[in-house]
């Protein structure tokens, strides 16, 4: 009943008063309506002042009208007790006064009050009751068969306990209310800790619907508490950690432990993109109420842990990129101590060869072969030093670019001519397609060469004899493509992630072991970053390797920009894909 109770939704005190209210004077009102056919049945034909005695017991259900509707609940119970005692004064008044049998209800006027905890109304209710006492003493005259002793006992009898009801009201509303003001205070402290926390407390039944939740929650996801009732938190947990937020409140609800739980929960935002927080959520059961039949319920402490996460995120990185950097260094140490001691053993060799010529008696050709391998190992090692410098000052900064206009086609046919030798050593095919249209660049010519030259070396480094090397080059938009594709061993799936880190090399089916630091790709990828281009890799495995670069007509305006970003790997464009193909692209 307490939905229509204006007032008493979020007071059980309030709400029960009202329900023995109603209770009381829909009993007397009902009970009025159903005797009245049997009085008259009984007496038949009433007298006036039956009928209006009678009417007057329905005024009761007018109470409960009034109540219902305005919630005012001392004035219904004042209104309440001057009906009886206008009842009583009536029936008193035609049947001896003090005498009459309605005499003792005035006791009853100053009794009922006791529930309302109110002072000023039993104060209010007692005088009533003892104005009407008088009001029948003077007015009324005391019937002849009465003795005047025992008019002065009636009238004596009324009067005290009529006052012993008004006592009793008191000592009961003392009580009631030092009990309504522990409540008040204990709420207030609870409402102070509940509004001043930074953690959000809730109470939800078993299937997650929240019952009660405290204010800070509309910090937490930005929107009032109210609208966060019912099944509404539920439906801002992110839709892959639901399951698990049911799981822990179940767990909760059905043992004794407290269970805790990280989940995502969507924050309002003004924000075009759906904002999701970090919540730690601890859980723990509680019983219900069993006088009404409540079940289980859970008390849940929420709390922000958004900055923790990212925290723990940032150490998380941070030690990756420390035992990525430490591997770097281990790999750095072991490729370049193989790389450089390899031609420094030839170039000593050699020399001490050279040194004892007359002793071991060289002929001419002999000479020639030991000079070529030791200018062979010079170049070698002269290459590994410059890769190394090359990328030390791209990943510094310092790597200067001076940009020119200058048409691209001559260069790249010149890095042809250069590998072309390299190639048919090797017994490779090296293909050029140069279209005819290219456009000027605004770009180093230097820098694209070593692109060109780096990835062309690749491919034939990593191409089987009797494979093939092609060279594409042409203008897209605003962009000139560079593509160079091998039929080699391809690249596995695990090393495509790693591609084109420093000292690098992804391994083959074939085991073979391939000549170099690994850091050929990287200054690639590092040279065409600082030209605001990007590169993209697509391979399968024995099948070959494609590697294409995009570059803007003029690199000068992305210059800046490019040398402040770190180069990251993004998913491959659909561009010139197969089924079956492994892809990697590459922001450089």
Known sequence: MRWFIPGARQDSLTAARHRAFFATRLFVGLSAISVFPLYLAWRGVPSPLEVFALGW????????????????????????????????????????????????????IALEASLSASRRLIAATIAIALFTAAALWFLVPVPASAAFGHAWLSIAGVATAALYAGGIALANSAFLREGQ????????????????????????GR??????????????????????????????????????????????????????????????????????IWVEMRSHGIDGDTRVGEARQVVS??????????????????????????????????TVSHELRTPLNAIIGFSEMLAREDEIQLDAARRQDYARLIRDSGEHLLAVVNGILDMSRIEAGHFEIVTE???????????????????????????????????????????????????????IKFTERGGKVDVLARARGSEIELIVSDTGVGIPESDLARLGDPFFQGRSTYDRTYEGTGLGLSVVMGLVKLHGGTV??????????????????????????????????????????GRDETKVRKSA
């Open 57 to 108: 017991m329905l005024t009761p259900l007018v109470l409960v009208w009034y109540l219902s509707k305005s919630g005012e609940y001392e004035r219904a119970q004042l209104l309440s007790a001057c009906a009886l005692a206008i009842l009583i004064a009536l029936i008193g008044a035609v049947t001896g006064g003090l005498a009459s049998f309605a005499a003792p209800w005035i006791v009853v």
């Open 181 to 204: 003001l522990a409540k008040l205070a204990s709420e207030a402290r609870y409402k102070l800790l509940a509004q001043n926390m930074s953690d959000v407390i809730a109470r939800h």
């Open 207 to 276: 299937d997650g619907a929240i019952t009660f939740i405290s204010p800070a929650a509309e910090h937490l996801a930005r929107v009032p508490a109210a609208a966060l009732l019912g099944h509404r938190l539920f439906d801002r947990v992110h839709l892959a950690d639901r399951p698990a937020f049911l799981t822990a409140i179940s767990d909760a609800a059905r043992t004794s432990t407290p269970v805790s739980l990280e989940f995502r929960l969507h924050r309002e935002s003004h924000a075009s993109a759906p904002e999701f």
């Open 301 to 334: 402490v929420f709390r922000d842990i958004t900055t923790r996460k990212a925290d723990s995120l940032a150490v998380e990185t941070a030690r990756s990129e420390a035992e990525r950097a430490n591997d770097a260094k281990s790999k750095f140490l072991a």
């Open 405 to 459: 206009p200058f048409a691209v086609k001559p260069l790249v046919e010149s890095c042809r001519n250069m590998m072309s030798l390299r190639a048919e050593q090797a017994g490779i095919q090296l293909f050029t397609d140069i279209a005819s249209d290219l456009p000027e660049i605004n770009a180093d010519p230097r820098a694209l060469r070593q692109v060109v030259i780096n990835l062309v070396s690749n491919a």
């Open 536 to 577: 993209e890799i697509e391979s399968r495995l024995s099948r070959g390797t494609k590697v294409l670069v995009r570059l803007p007509l003029d690199c000068q305006p992305n210059m800046k920009a490019a040398a402040n970003n770190q180069i990251t790997k993004f998913p491959q464009r659909p561009a010139f894909a």
